[in-house]
């Protein structure tokens, strides 16, 4: 079993920044690809960004240039920073893995967080 638990979330004001960590737990030595996905109110969850095992990242277009991802393989935590927000950007964020390896053998197990709430005021 794994379990990925949010934190960093809150209040910031439009042109503020918030780093957010997602910190995946349990029987695992390594996770694969992990993501940051998004959901505002009455809108598609919808993916923020991706991070390969090997480091490779990818940005939707609206966060390329404000936002980051990075992972630290040895506290299986992937961060999100959050740079330059806007209003729009405000909206529930979730931490998310697939695949996952014990330290004998790969699993899948489709894993989300809780989600942490990010507000942004103008």
């Known amino acids: 079993q794994v379990q990925l638990v949010e934190s960093g979330g809150g209040l910031v004001q439009a042109g503020g920044s918030l780093r957010l960590s997602c910190a995946a737990s349990g029987s695992i030595l390594s996770s694969n690809a992990m993501g940051w996905y998004r959901q505002a109110p009455g809108k598609q969850r919808e993916l923020v960004a991706r991070?390969?095992?090997?480091?490779?990242?990818s940005y939707a277009d609206s966060v390329k240039g404000r936002f980051t991802i990075s992972r630290d393989g040895a506290k299986n935590t992937v961060y999100l920073q959050m740079n330059s927000l806007k209003p729009e950007d405000t909206a529930v964020y979730y931490c998310?893995?697939?695949?996952?390896?014990?330290?004998?053998?790969?699993?899948?197990?489709?894993?989300w967080g809780q989600g942490t709430q990010v507000t942004v005021s103008s």
């Open positions: 998310h893995g697939l695949t996952y390896y014990s330290g004998n053998y790969y699993f899948t197990q489709d894993s």
């Open positions: 991070i390969t095992y090997g480091g490779s990242t």
